[in-house]
């Protein structure tokens, strides 16, 4: 009778330890860039403008690999289960950078400091203010961007810009992927600016 209770016991415990032992595996995400309606250039046109993009900053509750969202409208709530596969400061800044390239038909579009680059006529510089998903479900991207000549502190253009977008469904990659597309609606709205800018 011991013997049984205690293949019994040894039995619960070796169950327990498997399944504490086994966690359920995070699913990573990356922003991409949004489909433009223009082309990407084949080849660079010299006579085209050079423009850098950055710094592109982030709140700081924001820097974390956790996907967050607004559980009630002064609460978050991070999953440990969706993150991030880089930096998002870093991913944001790519896309954007990739998203005004096309737009803008430009292929001298470069993210700094990526390219050692010396000489350039513009910069963009991207502050995000709010990047998340709201109560409602509703993607809210609000940046400030400016547009300076070249290596100096002459402004050309300053906009603030806030995109709200809805989540189709409530799963994370529905989330990444309207977080994309209002990326893309941000980066469309500012190479507006930037063509009646430069073309005034």
């Known amino acids: 009778m011991q013997n049984s209770r205690s293949l019994a016991v040894t039995i619960i415990l070796a169950w327990l330890a498997i399944g504490c032992g086994t966690t359920k595996p995070a699913r990573i995400y990356l922003l991409t860039p949004h489909p433009s309606d ?12 050079m ?5 592109v900053r982030l709140p ?4 974390r690999s956790q996907i ?3 559980s009630t409208a002064n609460e978050l709530k991070s999953s440990e289960y969706h993150r991030w596969a880089e930096p998002l400061e870093n991913n944001v800044a790519r896309v954007l950078t ?7 038909q430009n ?6 400091p990526g390219l050692n680059v010396r000489h350039f006529d513009y910069r963009v510089s991207i502050e995000i203010i709010r990047f998340d998903v709201d ?14 000549v070249g290596h100096g502190d002459e402004v050309l253009r300053v906009q603030r810009l806030t995109i709200r977008e809805p989540v189709q469904n ?21 190479s507006r600016e930037i063509n009646k800018t430069i073309g005034e």
């Not at 423009?51 to 710094?55: E, K, Q, R, S, T």
């Not at 109560?135 to 300076?148: K, R, Y």
Request: no cysteine.
């Open 38 to 49: 223009v082309e990407s250039l084949q080849q660079a046109n010299p006579s085209f403008p």
């Open 51 to 55: 423009i850098l993009v950055g710094p």
């Open 60 to 63: 700081e509750y924001l820097n």
């Open 68 to 70: 967050i969202r607004y």
């Open 98 to 104: 990739e998203n005004l390239r096309r737009q803008l």
């Open 107 to 112: 292929d001298h579009v470069l993210l700094y």
């Open 135 to 148: 109560t409602s479900n509703h993607v809210v991207l609000a940046a400030n961007w400016a547009l300076f």
């Open 170 to 190: 409530r799963d994370y990659g529905s989330i990444v992927a309207t977080q994309s597309r209002a990326l893309g609606k941000l980066s469309a709205a500012m």
